[in-house]
């Protein structure tokens, strides 16, 4: 069955120069994300960044959030602008859009929904960092805001290769067609 393209967008969530550098396999997931970049692009499906950033001393990280709080400190010295860098390798297109986000979830604190619906998107194809931070918050905020999920779930990693597991056989297809790069790219 051909797959709708119309309605489409490739989501490429937080493929950050410091963030693919955390993997130990990093070559791994930059290549498959290339190669999911390419197939959009090839058949015309928009490709939209997210990176998580904050301001200069992260002003938007709350103590009482403890995934990020613990960060705060090291993020204080740090130049976000080059922090939120996407991977070179990777890097957008002219015309192609980045969204910033604040927390885990693609949506929290950006206008990532805003430009969901000014390209008439309803159906997400979901790459990221890490399978059980921004892909996990991400799908399950899409699926109560009744959007088409995909999950190209060799390229999505994460710390932990069980957890990654898990989450794209057992826990995404209740609310996501999980579909290997090249099940995808055959669509």
């Given at each position: ?36 970049i ?58 192609e ?37 921004v ?53």
């Open positions: 069955m051909e797959q709708n393209t119309q309605n489409t967008a490739l989501l490429v969530m937080d493929m950050q120069a410091g963030i693919v550098s955390m993997l130990p396999n990093s070559a791994a997931i930059i290549t498959s994300v290339g190669k999911a390419a197939h959009a692009r090839e058949k015309k499906i928009p490709v939209i960044y997210v990176v998580v950033g904050f301001r200069q001393g992260a002003p938007e990280i709350n103590r009482n959030n403890k995934g990020f709080a613990a960060s705060k400190e090291r993020f204080a010295g740090v130049d976000m602008s080059a922090f939120m860098a996407v991977h070179a390798d990777l890097a957008p297109q002219e015309g859009i980045t969204v910033t986000k604040r927390r885990v979830s693609a949506f929290a604190g950006s206008d990532l929904e805003v430009v969901l619906r000014s390209l008439g998107i309803q159906h997400m194809v979901l790459t990221g960092i890490a399978t059980s931070g892909v996990l918050s991400t799908t399950r905020e899409a699926a109560d805001k009744d959007y088409k999920i995909t999950i190209i779930s060799d390229c999505c990693a994460d710390a932990d290769e069980e957890v990654h597991r898990v989450l794209t056989t057992k826990v995404f297809p209740r609310q996501a067609d999980v579909k290997t790069l090249e099940e995808w790219g055959s669509m």
